[in-house]
């Protein structure tokens, strides 16, 4: 995709800005770092559980998605699953729902909805944890209200289970794998199903959790050589309850052919699972419309910030280079186009390393002031600023020709200012004279009564004479009251609407002077 797209550079350093330098709004990753975490433990520290959050993430993102009819369209991966009704249902006993959207609340924004945050969260524990690289579509809509009833329990028949993975879109060979591939990660907990596993009575797995097989906390075939070799202890194979064993009436429904091909190749395995579980996170309700895959970019400028002080523009931000780790002999530079047809040129300062996947991949950051790393370079607000490009080792990185467009007819201006208590304030915008800009307004975030959240625009009001700010831009202003959170700032420009990356609240104005 070319940047800037909001939604899906939000997905993207979701999905691939997990550890290191600006990963602090993409923090879903750190929940299963290390792969044995368990946040919800009663012991603190929380590693000796025998319950893991990864487990928790495929889980929940499997029991959102069961629900889906493909013949009527009706549920799927629409985090259905956050409503207290549907976690009461006996096919979601357990707690890993609750846990699961805990976290999801605090992580979801604008952006990034809480379907996709639950995709999110199920995939970068299967890839952090041993299992293969997912393919990843964003876009997920969140639901408004419960969905039917249909995830499968272990005590239904073959039959029942063979029609429910029908109904969800898998065909019966389908249904060994994703079955397989769900229970290579956790196990069954006694306290909530007393019936499948007793208390274990065992310091390493202190919420008595039988698992699936040896390996509980990583993905890996021994759910299927445990399987085939006789040697397994998983509770729905082996349990002592004949009714609940569905492990075993799946593995063994095609005279355990596809279970042996599982446990003589990894590979099979591995790339069998990540079709299938691709195809479980894009199982959405009709009418959702998901993203082409979004691949890393290569060169991905991040938090571009504009800000009007007076008679300079400040322009602040990052530029990731994907797959670069550290070199101090590497110089990048970047170039800017602007307004009078000439460029800006400016040398760039490493910034740090992230990395993702495991630590598979890894990302250089520069941050754009050639001597601070947090810094911003002064502009000339005439000059202006109208899309990037970068030099590495002399190479252009240009987007292939597009450049990185930059939207430099609004911003922030300094001159904002507050006073009093309770906070009243003035916002100030500088808008370039020569745009055709013809709505400015801030966006406040709200929330539906089903948490959903709501964007509602607040227009700041053309002013009836041109207050200038310099000889480029001019200022439009709003009086407020500080409503305590944070807001971005839109407009309508040439038809298209835009958001700026920073989001703005009264602690930073400054004191207003009358
Ligand atoms: C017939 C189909 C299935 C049945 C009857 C079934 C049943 C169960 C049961 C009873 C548990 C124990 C939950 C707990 O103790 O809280 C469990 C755990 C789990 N299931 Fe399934 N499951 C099925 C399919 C799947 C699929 C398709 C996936 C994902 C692809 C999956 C992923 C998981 C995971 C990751 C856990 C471990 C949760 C944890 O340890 O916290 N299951 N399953």
Same mark, same amino acid.
């Given at each position: 995709?070319?940047?800037?797209?909001?939604?899906?550079?939000?997905? %993207?350093?979701?999905?691939?800005?997990?550890?290191?330098?600006n990963?602090?709004?993409?923090?879903?990753?750190?929940?299963?770092?290390?792969?044995?975490?368990y946040?919800?433990?009663s012991?603190?520290?929380?590693?000796?559980?025998?319950?893991?959050?990864?487990?928790?993430?495929?889980?929940?993102?499997?029991?959102? #998605?069961?629900?889906?009819?493909?013949?009527?369209?009706?549920?799927?991966?629409?985090?259905?699953?956050?409503?207290?009704?549907?976690?009461?249902?006996?096919?979601?006993?357990?707690?890993?729902?609750?846990?699961?959207?805990?976290?999801?609340?605090?992580?979801?924004?604008?952006?990034?909805?809480m379907?996709?945050?639950?995709?999110?969260?199920?995939?970068?524990?299967?890839?952090?944890c041993? *299992?293969?690289?997912?393919?990843?579509?964003?876009?997920?809509?969140?639901?408004?209200?419960?969905?039917?009833? /249909?995830?499968?329990?272990?005590?239904?028949?073959?039959?029942e289970?063979?029609q429910?993975?029908?109904?969800?879109?898998?065909?019966?060979? %389908?249904?060994?794998?994703?079955?397989?591939?769900?229970?290579?990660?956790? @196990?069954?907990?006694?306290?909530?199903?007393?019936?499948?596993?007793?208390?274990?009575?065992?310091?390493?797995?202190? %919420?008595?959790?039988?698992?699936?097989?040896?390996?509980?906390?990583?993905?890996?075939?021994?759910?299927?050589? %445990?399987?085939?070799?006789?040697?397994?202890?998983?509770?729905?194979?082996?349990?002592?309850?004949?009714?609940?064993?569905?492990?075993?009436?799946?593995?063994?429904?095609?005279?355990?052919?596809? #279970?042996?091909?599982?446990?003589?190749?990894?590979?099979?395995?591995?790339?069998?699972?990540?079709?299938?579980?691709?195809?479980?996170?894009?199982?959405?309700?009709?009418?959702?419309?998901?993203?082409?895959?979004?691949?890393?970019?290569?060169?991905?400028?991040?938090?571009?910030?504009?800000?009007?002080?007076?008679?300079?523009?400040? &322009?602040?931000?990052?530029?990731?280079?994907?797959?670069?780790?550290?070199?101090?002999?590497?110089?990048?530079? #970047?170039?800017?186009?602007?307004?009078?047809?000439?460029? @800006?040129?400016?040398?760039?300062?490493?910034? *740090?390393?992230?990395?993702?996947?495991?630590?598979?991949?890894t990302?250089?950051?520069?941050?754009?002031?050639?001597?601070?790393?947090? /810094?911003?370079?002064?502009?000339?607000?005439?000059?202006?600023?109208?899309?990037?490009?970068?030099?590495?080792?002399?190479?252009?990185?240009?987007?292939?020709?597009?450049?990185?467009?930059?939207?430099?007819?609004? #911003?922030?201006?300094?001159?904002?200012?507050?006073?009093?208590?309770?906070?009243?304030?003035?916002?100030?915008?500088?808008?370039?004279?020569?745009?055709?800009?013809?709505?400015?307004?801030?966006?406040?975030?709200?929330?539906?009564?089903?948490?959903?959240?709501?964007?509602?625009?607040?227009d700041?009001?053309?002013?009836?004479?041109?207050?200038?700010?310099?000889?480029?831009?001019?200022?439009w202003?709003?009086? &407020?009251?500080?409503?305590?959170?944070?807001?971005?700032?839109?407009?309508?420009?040439?038809?298209?609407?835009?958001?700026?990356?920073?989001?703005?609240?009264?602690?930073?104005?400054?004191?207003?002077?009358?």
């Amino acid at each position: 995709y070319t940047w800037p797209s909001p939604q899906l550079d939000a997905l %993207e350093a979701i999905r691939y800005d997990q550890v290191g330098f600006n990963t602090i709004d993409t923090t879903l990753s750190s929940f299963v770092q290390p792969c044995n975490l368990y946040l919800f433990d009663s012991v603190a520290g929380g590693l000796k559980s025998g319950r893991s959050d990864a487990a928790d993430w495929i889980r929940t993102a499997y029991h959102d #998605m069961a629900t889906h009819n493909i013949s009527d369209g009706t549920g799927g991966l629409d985090a259905s699953i956050r409503f207290p009704e549907e976690q009461a249902r006996a096919e979601n006993t357990g707690n890993g729902f609750v846990n699961t959207a805990g976290i999801v609340f605090a992580v979801f924004d604008r952006y990034v909805s809480m379907a996709d945050s639950i995709a999110l969260g199920a995939l970068i524990a299967i890839e952090s944890c041993g *299992g293969p690289e997912i393919a990843f579509r964003g876009g997920r809509i969140d639901a408004g209200e419960v969905n039917n009833p /249909g995830v499968p329990m272990p005590q239904e028949s073959l039959l029942e289970h063979t029609q429910i993975f029908e109904r969800q879109g898998f065909t019966p060979t %389908e249904m060994i794998g994703l079955v397989a591939c769900g229970h290579t990660f956790g @196990g069954v907990q006694s306290s909530f199903f007393p019936d499948i596993a007793n208390p274990l009575n065992d310091a390493n797995d202190t %919420e008595d959790v039988s698992h699936f097989d040896s390996t509980f906390v990583g993905f890996d075939n021994n759910i299927a050589g %445990e399987y085939i070799s006789g040697t397994t202890q998983n509770p729905l194979v082996a349990g002592f309850n004949q009714t609940t064993n569905s492990d075993s009436r799946i593995f063994g429904s095609d005279g355990n052919r596809t #279970m042996r091909a599982f446990a003589q190749s990894p590979e099979l395995f591995a790339a069998t699972c990540a079709d299938l579980y691709a195809r479980m996170l894009d199982t959405v309700p009709r009418g959702v419309v998901l993203s082409e895959v979004i691949e890393p970019l290569p060169v991905k400028p991040s938090k571009v910030i504009l800000t009007m002080n007076g008679d300079t523009l400040e &322009l602040s931000g990052f530029v990731r280079f994907w797959g670069l780790g550290e070199n101090s002999t590497r110089t990048v530079n #970047m170039l800017w186009e602007n307004h009078n047809g000439g460029t @800006g040129n400016s040398s760039l300062v490493f910034a *740090g390393v992230s990395s993702s996947t495991g630590g598979k991949y890894t990302a250089a950051w520069y941050g754009f002031n050639p001597s601070s790393t947090f /810094g911003f370079l002064s502009l000339d607000p005439v000059a202006g600023v109208k899309s990037l490009s970068f030099l590495v080792d002399g190479t252009l990185e240009n987007q292939n020709g597009l450049g990185f467009a930059v939207q430099d007819s609004y #911003m922030f201006s300094k001159t904002s200012c507050s006073s009093g208590a309770p906070l009243t304030g003035r916002l100030d915008v500088a808008v370039r004279n020569d745009a055709n800009l013809t709505r400015l307004y801030i966006e406040n975030k709200t929330f539906d009564s089903a948490n959903r959240i709501v964007i509602v625009e607040v227009d700041v009001p053309r002013p009836a004479a041109p207050v200038a700010i310099n000889s480029a831009y001019s200022l439009w202003s709003m009086n &407020l009251t500080d409503q305590g959170v944070e807001f971005n700032l839109g407009a309508e420009i040439d038809g298209v609407k835009y958001s700026t990356a920073e989001a703005y609240d009264f602690e930073g104005f400054g004191t207003c002077s009358t």
